[in-house]
């Protein structure tokens, strides 16, 4: 298991090789109460994201968030993942890629995952627990 440090490089490194290979990039991603998503895509607490840069704007992984624009059925959405939730990077074409351990304390899995009506850019951001980065919204 990479250590928890290493996980945004190695993620990094997986979209590059995707990326120059011509294959597409997608993102298993544990949701947490901090995890920013379309929850109504959301299931079993899991989401799957196409994150090449056909199908994303402003496609950033950070050293603690991945953050990225993306269309879902028609409505732009600003998504925000901690780096912690991902649990695999792969490409979509061969399912080459790395999968990780998501741990409790990066995405708890007790969480109640609250399904969203078509209005859900109105709900009120998650609490955000001490010590981790906040998040600002850009449009």
Do not use: H
């Not at 929850?39 to 603690?64: H, S, T, W």
């Not at 901690?82 to 995405?107: H, K, W």
Request: charged share 25%.
């Amino acid at each position: 298991m990479p250590d928890p440090s290493t996980k945004p490089y190695l993620m990094r490194a997986i979209y590059d090789w995707c990326v120059d290979s011509g294959y597409t990039p997608y993102l298993s991603v544990t949701v947490d109460p901090v995890t920013r998503v379309p929850m109504e895509y959301v299931k079993d607490g899991q989401i799957v994201l196409n994150i090449g840069p056909v199908a994303v704007e402003r496609f950033r992984i950070g050293n603690d968030l991945i953050e990225f624009s993306a269309r879902f059925n028609g409505v732009g959405r600003d998504i925000s993942i901690p780096v912690g939730a991902v649990s695999a990077i792969y490409a979509r074409e061969n399912g080459q890629g790395l999968s990780f351990e998501v741990t409790a304390a990066d995405a708890p899995a007790s969480a109640p995952i609250a399904a969203a009506d078509e209005s859900d850019d109105t709900r009120p951001e998650p609490p955000r627990p001490s010590g981790k980065p906040s998040l600002r919204r850009v449009k």
